[in-house]
């Protein structure tokens, strides 16, 4: 059974940085997306970032418009844990930021809710202005 686990977080003045981890259990093999997803107060969980396996350490890497170029994804050489580094903060950043995996073709880049069945249990980004 695939677990994540999740640290990082917490608050920080608008145009600040913070890096959130996720360490994931279980995987079988290397084929797995992982992914960052948010949610803000009272909507919907959205895609943030997606890092999905090439093979030979190798990861292609996808990210929502709305964070491109402030947002990196880093996937570790073992393939099972992910970091995003969430740089120039915007209030409209805050929200729960889960890590999610699941198995996947390689280069296949999964950024549906539905697409992934491992969630960790989120861990709160505040963005003050």
């Known amino acids: 059974q695939v677990q994540l686990v999740e640290s990082g977080g917490g608050s920080v003045q608008a145009g600040g940085s913070l890096t959130l981890s996720c360490a994931a259990s279980g995987f079988t093999h290397n084929m797995y997306n992982m992914a960052w997803f948010r949610q803000a107060p009272g909507k919907l969980r959205d895609f943030v970032a997606v890092?999905?396996?090439?093979?030979?350490?190798?990861?292609?890497?996808v990210y929502a418009q709305s964070v491109k170029g402030r947002f990196t994804i880093t996937r570790g050489s073992a393939g099972n844990t992910l970091s995003l580094q969430m740089n120039s903060l915007e209030v409209e950043d805050t929200g729960v930021y889960y890590c999610?995996?699941?198995?996947?073709?390689?280069?296949?880049?999964?950024?549906?809710?539905?697409?992934?069945?491992?969630w960790g249990q989120g861990t709160q980004v505040t963005v003050s202005s």
């Open positions: 890092s999905s396996w090439l093979g030979e350490n190798t990861y292609h890497t």
């Open positions: 999610a995996a699941d198995e996947a073709a390689p280069g296949a880049t999964m950024r549906r809710v539905s697409q992934y069945d491992f």
